[in-house]
């Protein structure tokens, strides 16, 4: 069985670790069947969808750009 090797950062490497978890696959099943650009919009769909249902079930609330400024401001 022949062996490719592709370098990434210790960041892309975690989360291709947790992406291969979620998906209940090893790493290498994971970068026989994903590119990174179809990782990194189905996570981000994935991700969307999450946050649209914990809207709707906060009654549709949403929070003021200033609050979000405040919570973040120390970063």
Avoid: C, P
């Amino acid at each position: 069985m022949a062996m490719i090797t592709i370098r990434v950062s210790d960041e892309e490497k975690e989360w291709l670790d947790y992406m291969a978890e979620f998906y209940g696959i090893t790493l290498s099943e994971l970068m026989k069947n994903y590119s990174m650009e179809q990782l990194e919009d189905e996570y981000d769909k994935q991700t969307a969808d999450i946050a649209h249902k914990l809207w709707l079930e906060d009654d549709k609330q949403t929070v003021s750009m200033n609050n979000i400024l405040k919570e973040f401001s120390d970063i």
